[in-house]
Structures are given as structure tokens and as C-alpha cells.
């Protein structure tokens, strides 16, 4: 499959030990291409969903790494740790056997909506220039300048004990920036008992879901059905569904092509997929009072 080049997103199912450079990088040398990248950090120990856009679809990246995730966690609650989950080391412990399950449900709950969250040390997270990680490897904790995030849902709670352990699994619907190791850490201060995450999953991104991914393996073994993984890819344009669509007349061809504005009349204002005449989805425009402007470029 040499000279082989794809352009899309593909679907991948990150499986623990990775880091989400690791997967772009063993794509690389799978797919023989250099034009990939992903669409936001997973921790190395999480798993689930993890769009990577290959060939013109990098320009997306920007794009689809704003886009809301959502996550499927399990809280360990009175232990706290240095990285905010269990790979760390434990620096707390404190007993959980007064609290109810209602007590649990309603400080997870209570953080529905916008709240300022404090990064953890361990995190790709720049202060002055320098990685957080970075930072706390030197042993070093300095003081982090808090985020707002949005939570946008939290749903199906499931507070339980096992092995003499309080933990929590719910899911949470959250936008870019949000670290969920930090909303577990948040909600056992909130219970006074502190809190660390014990696992992860994305579930969701960019409209993805866990069931439509694949892992490293499968792709590997793809290799030899060019078809197989190109029925993989997803193109471009559908992350553009809620778009109009047009084809562009031959005048306004090479307009396009540059990047430039057209005028068409009677186009209704909003956005709009602009195909060229050969059916080739070009980019996206803006249009207002009839005048096209460019938003997103997707031919070479």
C-alpha cells in the first residue's frame, strides 16, 4: 500500500499505556504518513475515543478539539494522590463511612454547570512557558491559575463499595479543558473526605462514539484491504452536517480555489459546504446579504 494517502478522521479507540502523541506516532509508521494528528489529550492510563485526522482533515484539528466530550469515570473517594489518580502516590486517607449514597450523588451533582477548576500539577497544562508535568517532576508544586469549565450533564451515578472502598461511576458531559481527574479531586474535598480518579474512558468526542472506534491492532491488521480502512475514515464534510451545501458554478470555481469571496444571489444567510463542479468538498463559507467569505480551507 505504498504512496497510499488518506484524508479524514479516523475513529481510534486509544487502549491504556498510550499517550495520545504515542497513537499519532505508531499511525504514522502503519499508515506511512507523515499529515496526522489527533484531536485532544487522553492520559496515558485512560481509554476511548480518539479522532485523528489524517491528511487535509488536520486542518480540523483546531476545530474538533474545541468540540464538548464526554467521559465515563469511577471515583475512588477518601484517598487523595499527587497526580489526582491512582497511578500517583497516595499523600492521603481519610474514612468515607459516614456518607450516604445521596451524599455522594448530590456533591457530584452539585457541579453541573460552570465552575473554576484548578489544573493538576501533572498536566500538559503551560504556566510561563514550561508543562505543568514538567514542573512536578522536579518535585515542585506551584500555584495554578484556575479555569472555568463547563459541566454539561452528569448522569447514570452509581455509588457502591467494594473491598472496603467508597467509589462513585457516573458519566459527564463536559467542554475542552476540563480534567476529570480534577472534578474527582473537587468532589472529595467537597465531601471532606478527598477524592481521586481511578479510571477513565471518553465515550464521546467530536460526535464519535466508543462503539464506532477501533484500536492500533485492527488498523494494523486493516492494512492489507486499502478499502477496509478507507471505509473507516470519516470524510471531512460530515462534520459539517448541520451546514447548507453548494456547488459552485464554474465562474466561481477558481474563486473558491483561492480562497476568495463570491456573491450568489438569493443564497440565504448562514453556513454552507462549498463543493467545486467535480463534486469535491472544498471548504466552508459564511454568507450575509449574499456574499460567501471563507471560514475553513480543505483543499491542498
Known amino acids: ?3 497510499v494517502s488518506f484524508t479524514g478522521v479516523l475513529p481510534v479507540y486509544k487502549e491504556s499505556g498510550y499517550t495520545s502523541n504515542d497513537v499519532v506516532a505508531r499511525l504514522r509508521g502503519i499508515l506511512h504518513m507523515k499529515k496526522i494528528g489527533h484531536t485532544g489529550t487522553l492520559d496515558p492510563e485512560a481509554t476511548g475515543v480518539l479522532p485523528v485526522c489524517l491528511g487535509r482533515a488536520t486542518k480540523l484539528v483546531g476545530y474538533l478539539t474545541d468540540s464538548d466530550k464526554v467521559y465515563r469515570c469511577t471515583m475512588r473517594l477518601g484517598v487523595t494522590t499527587d497526580t489526582e489518580d491512582m497511578t500517583g502516590e497516595i499523600t492521603g486517607r481519610t474514612d468515607t463511612s459516614h456518607l ?3 451524599d455522594v450523588k448530590a456533591a457530584i451533582l452539585s457541579f453541573t454547570g460552570e465552575y473554576d477548576q484548578i489544573p493538576p500539577m501533572y498536566s500538559a497544562k503551560k504556566v510561563n512557558g514550561r508543562k505543568l508535568y514538567e514542573i512536578a517532576r522536579e518535585g515542585a508544586v506551584i500555584e495554578r491559575r484556575p479555569s472555568r469549565v463547563y459541566i454539561r450533564g452528569i448522569s447514570d451515578i452509581s455509588v457502591y463499595e467494594r473491598e472496603g472502598v467508597l467509589r462513585a461511576d457516573y ?4 467542554s475542552k479543558g476540563t480534567y476529570i481527574r480534577s472534578l474527582c479531586r473537587d468532589t472529595g474535598e467537597k465531601l471532606g473526605v478527598g477524592g ?4 477513565l474512558e471518553r465515550i464521546r468526542a467530536c460526535g464519535i462514539e466508543a462503539a464506532d472506534c477501533v484500536t492500533l491492532d485492527v488498523i494494523e491488521e486493516m492494512m492489507g484491504d486499502e478499502r477496509g480502512i478507507e471505509g473507516l475514515v470519516i470524510p471531512i464534510e460530515r462534520f459539517y452536517s448541520d451546514c447548507g451545501s453548494i ?9 473558491i480555489r483561492n480562497g476568495n469571496r463570491f456573491r450568489r444571489k438569493g443564497l440565504a444567510d448562514g453556513m454552507y459546504r462549498v463543493y467545486l463542479p467535480d463534486g469535491t468538498f472544498a471548504a466552508v463559507y459564511e454568507t450575509e446579504n449574499g456574499e460567501a467569505k471563507l471560514c475553513r480551507y480543505f483543499l491542498e
Do not use: I, N, Y
Not at 481521586?196 to 479510571?199: I, L
Open 1 to 3: 500500500m505504498g504512496g
Open 100 to 102: 450516604t449514597a445521596d
Open 171 to 174: 458519566t459527564v458531559e463536559c
Open 196 to 199: 481521586a480518579m481511578e479510571k
Open 247 to 255: 456547488t459552485a458554478g464554474e465562474d466561481e470555481e477558481r474563486l
